[in-house]
């Protein structure tokens, strides 16, 4: 009969009535449990600081931003007594997010394995395990991307070592003669360790060493924060300590899940030998998953089907005020209110190639005294630095004989824009005529303690900082500056403002989207990582979501294009731009649609012909410029070999 419910179906809705009861205990139980420490926090801040203004929505690092204005920020005690606070304070954060993470259900497909690993051999064997995944995850987390590069490594490498070494310390358990052979020839290696086979603290460091590299746990703010400022910053104590912090939390934890589990097991230690065996059959069974990329499926359907709450237990932490705060200072932001002297600027250091300059010839900030100082730090692939040159170019025009030089910082957030003749073409192509010098290694970008593209600093003609401004907008308010400090160094500028037609950012609901593992965010196919991945069909994303089809090659930054390679994109703005670039400068194709149909010539970005992309050098390229902002799906089809980087909208 239509509408009647059979016992099954009745059954099947009470179940999952009660599990959205429980579901909802714990969803309050969570955020109770968080508002509570996070008035602890507070109030240990107002004790040890004086009541610390906390800055809230602190902008992520080395991103460009859409009209963002300096924050009007009162901020105290910032000296070293403070600084060592807001790192001990961002430490315990870490701590309690790396513990709660480590339960989290984006780890199930690695727990068998370390409870396997902790379940046998000798006493000291968990110990090792977590040790061992503790270090490994913390140089993971913030040094591995030098190492890979600096050997020009596959992204994927060390995950499949990774996983090569669970398979083999699976199979010695299993098989008694392969785990005899093992222990022989690992003892040769190193005479004085335990045995190998499972019986002490070195092979339980060796598997958890292993492990680290593919422990992915459901990083929140302060993972991430670390180690997107790893990528671009040189090593510091403080942001080592916070890594080590969030891996010494997950450590404990698992800890203490060994300890359990060995325990509980002390009945069964007759079986010992089918113990092993069984165990050993989860490391193997579990390495042959990872290696087919069963993990990364798993992780996907948990992330879909469960409450944010439990895919992610600590996000409400790591996203309050106090750690948002804490990372703030770990990035080293700071900004001027009115024009106060800041500090005394920082000069030009390690930097490369000069361009506009005389003979190339390098500039210093002593030999600029007497002028006011202009540095702009950008990178010629980021849309929000290239619709900030027209006004640059303007004030260059218009207040250069009155005394002001403009020294554009050209830092690369990509590597392929490291090139110097990357960078002296996009030079010419922009029409720029002030000094622009290569920043390669951060040097500037340092010394400045910069985090954001594009950023201003102004500086009188007695080298003093001044006043600073990151993103776009304000305009009006940066050339008063300029007049502010012209005039004070005795060079009165003729009156009035200057008269620029440049395109103005329009509204925008979708943020920047970034291809690579190392910052990938809101992907439908689930948590992204470095390798060969094979998608199959692109599903559609909801809003400001993005979707991988096909065959890709994943690395940290980039996403390389093979067999059926398609990206679906939800998204909201009137502009879209997408940073490509070709394997070997070949010439190859991305076809682009526009809600299901072929982009018509007046949607259609400044690079697209009768609905193509012909991708060749690596920059910034225009998809898709509407009359006005909307929500649309973008598919895009791509040639083998084409090299995607980030999405940027306007």
Request: charged letters at 20%; one cysteine or more.
């Amino acid at each position: 009969m239509e509408g009647a419910v059979v016992p099954a179906q009745a059954d099947e809705r009470l179940r999952h009535r009660a599990l959205r009861r429980v579901a909802g205990v714990l969803v309050v139980a969570h955020d109770r449990a968080a508002v509570a420490l996070e008035a602890a926090v507070v109030a240990l801040e107002q004790r040890g600081e004086g009541g610390l203004v906390a800055v809230s929505g602190a902008p992520r690092v080395r991103r460009s931003y859409d009209s963002l204005t300096p924050a009007r920020e009162a901020a105290a005690s910032r000296g070293g007594a403070a600084t060592l606070h807001s790192v001990a304070l961002l430490i315990a954060f870490a701590f309690v997010a790396g513990g709660a993470t480590a339960v989290s259900p984006c780890v199930l497909p690695v727990l068998p394995v370390a409870l396997s690993a902790g379940l046998t051999g000798g006493r000291r064997r968990p110990l090792g395990v977590v040790t061992g995944l503790a270090l490994s995850f913390t140089f993971a987390t913030v040094a591995l991307v030098y190492v890979v590069d600096a050997l020009g490594l596959p992204g994927d490498v060390l995950r499949k070592v990774a996983i090569v070494v669970l398979l083999v310390f699976g199979l010695a358990l299993v098989v008694p003669r392969a785990g005899a052979r093992l222990e022989a020839w690992l003892t040769r290696l190193a005479p004085a360790a335990p045995a190998s086979r499972g019986e002490g603290f070195g092979s339980g460091l060796l598997v958890g060493t292993s492990l680290g590299f593919v422990y992915a746990p459901c990083a929140g703010p302060i993972l991430a924060g670390v180690i997107t400022v790893s990528a671009s910053q040189s090593f510091t104590a403080g942001r080592l300590a916070v890594a080590l912090a969030y891996g010494a939390g997950s450590a404990v934890v698992l800890y203490a899940l060994m300890l359990g589990g060995r325990r509980a097991t002390r009945r069964l230690s007759r079986h010992t030998p089918r113990l092993q065996a069984g165990m050993g059959a989860v490391m193997v069974v579990v390495a042959l998953a990872m290696l087919g990329n069963y993990d990364t499926r798993l992780e996907t359907a948990i992330a879909d089907d469960l409450p944010a709450f439990l895919v992610d237990p600590s996000r409400s932490l790591e996203s309050s005020a106090s750690a948002r705060e804490r990372l703030a200072r770990l990035r080293g932001e700071r900004r001027a209110d009115g024009l106060p002297v800041l500090a005394t600027a920082p000069d030009f250091v390690g930097t490369q190639r000069w361009f506009n300059t005389p003979g190339g010839r390098p500039l210093s900030l002593r030999a600029l005294r007497g002028h006011v100082v202009l540095v702009d730090f950008w990178t010629y692939t980021c849309i929000n630095c290239l619709r900030t040159l027209p006004y640059l170019k303007a004030w260059d025009a218009r207040y250069r004989r009155d005394g002001l030089v403009i020294v554009g910082v050209h830092t690369p957030e990509f590597p392929f824009e490291r090139s110097a003749g990357n960078v002296r073409r996009a030079i010419a192509q922009n029409g720029l005529r002030y000094p622009v010098v290569q920043d390669n290694r951060y040097a500037t970008w340092g010394a400045y303690r910069n985090q954001y593209w594009p950023a201003e600093y102004f500086i009188d003609a007695r080298g003093r900082l001044r006043y600073t401004h990151f993103g776009e907008g304000d305009y009006g308010r940066k050339e008063r500056v300029i007049r502010s400090l012209l005039a004070e160094a005795g060079r009165a500028p003729d009156a009035g403002d200057v008269r620029v037609h440049a395109q103005q950012p329009g509204e925008v609901s979708t943020p920047e989207t970034y291809l690579g593992a190392a910052r990938a965010e809101r992907f439908v196919n689930g948590p992204i990582r470095p390798g060969r991945q094979a998608f199959g069909r692109a599903a559609t994303p909801p809003p400001d979501h993005l979707a991988y089809g096909g065959r890709w090659l994943i690395g940290a930054v980039t996403a390389e294009a093979g067999r059926g390679a398609r990206l679906q994109l939800t998204f909201g703005a009137r502009r879209v731009f997408l940073v490509l670039g070709s394997r070997g400068d070949a010439p190859r194709s991305v076809r682009v649609r526009l809600d299901g149909r072929p982009l018509r010539r007046r949607d259609a970005g400044a690079d697209v012909r009768e609905g193509r992309v012909t991708v060749r050098r690596y920059r910034l390229y225009s998809l898709v410029d509407l009359p006005g902002a909307g929500r649309h799906l973008l598919t895009l089809d791509f040639s083998p070999g084409v090299r995607g980087y980030a999405f940027t909208f306007g």
